[in-house]
């Protein structure tokens, strides 16, 4: 219920307002207390740190429910509200719209973060006098505080609006047709602001100069879900992309998912990265600049969504808090390189690489790949702003430079997962390569010969197939090695969790190579009665009919496929905004998907409307491969039975069966 304080203000926006507040000035204070605390030795102060945690992540809670009650209330004297509430939008999208919009995203992150704080505290609570925990604490409490500011200063989520508005216009139609928009944002939250922890951990370890081993430890488990996080983020996005709008993709290079990209391709190099830094003690510069590198890149992803720089379906207006943004990122980066320069020689690795034709050469090489394809996609990305910023005119970069720089760059890293399971540390022989790789190749043949048969004659999408199934006969010999000695429980560990992920992994990119390559689409009027042919399957238009709700109207087109159940492509009418959004309508099948678009139809029982049919191979299995990935986290983020500590450079033994690569 609106409600209104003494001084004319939102009772929620009071309550909001003395939340961030709070918030703000409990994490200041926080890492204040902490650093002054660790520095001096005073261990009275030291026990005060955590009330600080856990009022800040109250306030970030706080902050975060009354908003959402606001939202749900109607409570339409705050602004926000007034430009994302709408009392005829259902409670499901009225649920997501506090996230829908610049200020909702800063208020979601905030909480996330704050959590994530409370969470790390609760968890070192007791080992708060190691100073590695308690500098990893105090830039979580700084990310903390600078998040309650731009909540509470440039984008004053709990500002209080003009008076006398007593409805809104609801979110972005594009977001209240699906209920994906629930999950995907959430989950990428959980992901983006996930990398906060590793990377608090590794600035302590530059900091205190514990630049070995041990920091690894405390940080593994945090990026490994953070990842996880980010990696289902990023596939509901795409799964949101093709169920919504209607142009039958789920990637198409925005400079928005792309934001989202960038982290995940320096967190996935430093995953795997860190296995040889625990075991050969050797990569320690890649490692710390790789957790660098991916939360900076978090910051510059939200930077280019928020900031109103760049113009896509999936970013936000422009607004005030942009500099903010930009000026947090360049401190990071600034920092972090002055923190590594200090350290310059701690940070020498005690070890060499004896073989590139070994694991260490092999995760040298996905280092390498993977740096190279994040630095294409940050050029492409932030190209055209360098370009408007220095010349002041408008270029785009579009979807073929980024199709025609990754593709190399992808079937390289498939041929790197294949390989790299079945290499030993230190040096590979060839006979032992033959015998390991034998079923592996096997299982990329046959692939292949399955490919031509089915009718690809493309040759990107061959080698993408080839070595698709090269990879998936790596992984899944691996798994079934573990499985036979191990049992079930073999499936638990972050090696043979890794290859679960792998295979996720390869069912997406076989899965986008299908789909991208073969897609087959047609545009048809169609008259009711008069079915039309189209690969091998027939269409008929049994009626155009009408729809309306209290916040929309709209027509859509029953299209019988192959004489049996009727699909509904709709255009609707969000009448509140005048704007009309498609939604299409899919038949799912293991082999393909039918993918329906209504293009024009005059009015409810009109005898012929204008629809486009695509044909989408494979489609399903990405979502499978989404499955997987996910499952491969979690069980990659339980200890294995076999679960071995590092090692001296000088005494690593060479296994029998190396672990597999973790993803």
């Known amino acids: 219920m609106t409600g209104v304080g003494m001084f004319g203000a939102s009772v929620n926006g009071i309550l909001g307002h003395s939340a961030l507040i709070i918030g703000l000035v409990a994490s200041l204070f926080g890492a204040i207390a902490l650093g002054y605390a660790t520095v001096v030795g005073d261990r009275r102060v030291l026990r005060t740190a955590p009330n600080y945690a856990w009022l800040a992540g109250a306030a970030g809670f706080i902050a975060a429910a009354v908003m959402m009650n606001a939202i749900l209330t109607y409570d339409f004297d705050l602004q926000y509200v007034q430009d994302i509430g709408s009392r005829s939008t259902p409670l499901l999208f009225n649920i997501a719209a506090m996230w829908s919009a610049l200020e909702g995203s800063i208020l979601l992150w905030l909480a996330t973060l704050s959590g994530y704080t409370a969470f790390i505290m609760w968890r070192y609570r007791k080992r708060l006098d190691d100073p590695l925990i308690a500098w990893a604490l105090v830039v979580m409490f700084v990310v903390t505080a600078f998040f309650f500011f731009l909540a509470f200063g440039p984008t004053d989520v709990f500002a209080t609006g003009a008076p006398g508005v007593n409805d809104g216009p609801g979110p972005n139609p594009l977001l209240q047709n699906h209920i994906l928009v629930m999950f995907h944002p959430p989950i990428l939250y959980l992901g983006y602001v996930g990398f906060t922890v590793p990377f608090a951990f590794a600035i302590a370890a530059l900091i205190t100069g514990r630049v070995g081993e041990g920091w690894l430890m405390e940080t593994r488990r945090w990026a490994l879900l953070a990842w996880g996080f980010l990696s289902v983020g990023i596939l509901l996005g795409g799964w949101w992309s093709y169920e919504v709008l209607g142009w039958s993709g789920v990637w198409a290079w925005d400079p928005v998912e792309n934001a989202s990209f960038l982290p995940w391709l320096t967190g996935t190099a430093y995953i795997h990265s860190v296995l040889v830094q625990e075991r050969r003690g050797m990569l320690r510069v890649w490692n710390i600049s790789l957790l660098v590198a991916t939360f900076a890149l978090t910051i510059l992803g939200t930077f280019l969504t928020r900031s109103g720089v760049i113009n896509s379906v999936h970013a936000f207006a422009d607004g005030s ?57 940050l050029l492409g990305t932030v190209f055209p702003l360098i370009i408007e910023a220095l010349q002041d005119r408008r270029i785009a970069v579009g979807q073929p430079f980024f199709d025609r720089l990754s593709m190399p760059i992808g079937l390289v890293l498939l041929f790197l997962m294949a390989v790299a399971p079945v290499l030993p540390w230190r040096k590979a022989s060839t006979e032992l390569l033959r015998e390991r790789l034998f079923v592996p190749a096997c299982v990329g043949a046959l692939a292949l010969a399955v490919a031509v048969i089915a009718g690809a004659d493309k040759w990107p999408s061959l080698t993408a197939f080839g070595l698709g199934g090269f990879a998936a006969g790596s992984a899944g010999r691996q798994l079934v090695l573990a499985t036979r000695r191990q049992g079930w429980r073999g499936l638990v560990g972050r090696a043979n969790g890794g290859m679960i992920v792998h295979l996720g992994i390869i069912l997406i990119a076989v899965a986008l190579a299908a789909s991208n390559g073969y897609t087959r689409v047609a545009e048809f009027t169609m008259k009711v009665g008069e079915p039309v042919a189209f690969d091998g399957h027939t269409f008929e238009l049994l009626e155009v009919v009408a729809f309306s709700t209290e916040r929309s109207d709209g027509l859509k087109a029953q299209v019988s496929i192959d004489g049996g159940q009727a699909y509904a492509p709709a255009i609707t009418r969000f009448t509140q905004m005048g704007t009309d959004i498609g939604t299409p309508s899919v038949k799912t099948g293991f082999t393909k998907d039918i993918y329906l678009t209504l293009e024009k139809a005059s009015e409810a029982g009109a005898t012929e409307a204008q629809v486009k049919v695509f044909i989408k191979p494979l489609i399903l299995w990405m979502w499978i491969g989404g499955g997987l990935v996910a499952i491969g986290t979690v069980l990659s983020a339980f200890p294995g039975k076999r679960r071995r500590k590092p090692t001296a450079p000088t005494s690593a033994p060479v296994p029998t069966e190396p672990e597999a690569a973790n993803v």
């Open 321 to 377: 808090i942009g500099p903010w943004l930009l000026g947090f990122f360049g401190v990071i980066v600034v920092v972090s390189l002055s923190l590594i320069a200090w350290r310059g020689d701690r940070l020498r690795s005690p070890g060499a690489i004896d073989s590139p034709i070994s694991r260490e050469g092999a995760f040298l090489a996905n280092n390498v790949i993977f740096t190279v394809f994040a630095f294409v996609v």
